[in-house]
């Protein structure tokens, strides 16, 4: 797994939502009351753009269905059975990083 820079240092006072790509994943980066996180940016019900979409409660809410996937777990809210990948992401003094398989790593299983 590695380590992919994909922002510089932000102000976390403010929120905001991005598509993202790093690894050859398009990603979504989401800062709710000053937590970061990062999910896939493909929506598991039928693949609509999460970074579309808006952040409540601690979840973020697909455009398209408004299904609602929790930030932390990427545990879809109940009855919908599904999930979001979630991706660890930490914020250095550099900028944002998220870690991610590389396609290296992916095509060699290592
Ligand atoms: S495509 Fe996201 S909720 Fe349906």
């Known amino acids: ?25 398009s990603l979504c980066l989401v800062n709710a009351d000053g937590e970061l996180s990062v999910t896939a940016a493909k929506c598991p019900h039928a693949g609509a753009d999460l970074s579309q979409g808006w952040c409540e409660n601690g979840r973020l809410i697909c455009p398209f269905h408004r299904y609602a996937y929790d930030l932390k777990t990427g545990r879809g809210a109940p009855g919908q059975n599904d999930y979001v990948r979630i991706y660890p992401v930490e914020n250095r003094a550099d900028g944002i990083y998220v870690q991610v398989k590389s396609w290296l790593e992916k095509l060699t299983g290592k």
Do not use: R
Request: proline content about 8%; glycine content about 8%.
């Open 1 to 25: 797994m590695a380590w992919y820079k994909i922002a510089e240092p932000s102000d976390l006072s403010k929120p905001f939502l991005k598509k993202i790509s790093a690894g050859g994943k």
